[in-house]
């Protein structure tokens, strides 16, 4: 059974940090691209960063860019968002994305919460 759990969302003031977790399972996770996307109320769902299989190479957003770190451990299974100098901007559901040549998968969300 195929499964993406996220973890490590919450409600955190602007200017804190948050590491988001994305335990992979079901699947050989190491010929997966890692993708996070996040979607704020009233928004369409956007990229905010991505990893290759191998981890060696990532992009991210233009508003996350330097605040935000994208990585992964392929021997845990686990992609991580690591996010630094948050704003209420970032408030959204964080979702993490795994795809292969042949196969899609997402998990099913993480809160995060940006707020004074």
């Known amino acids: 059974q195929v499964q993406l759990v996220e973890s490590g969302g919450g409600l955190v003031q602007p200017g804190g940090s948050l590491r988001l977790s994305c335990a992979a399972s079901g699947f050989t996770f190491n010929l997966y691209t890692m993708r996070w996307y996040r979607q704020a109320p009233g928004k369409e769902r956007e990229l905010v960063a991505r990893?290759?299989?191998?981890?060696?190479?990532?992009n991210y957003a233009d508003s996350v860019k330097g605040r935000f770190t994208i990585s992964r451990d392929n021997a845990k299974n686990t992609a991580y968002l690591q996010m630094n100098s948050l704003k209420p901007e970032d408030t959204a559901v964080y979702y993490c994305?795994?795809?292969?040549?042949?196969?899609?998968?997402w998990g099913q969300g993480t809160q995060v919460t940006v707020s004074s």
């Open positions: 990893i290759t299989s191998a981890g060696g190479s990532s």
């Open positions: 994305y795994a795809t292969s040549a042949r196969n899609e998968y």
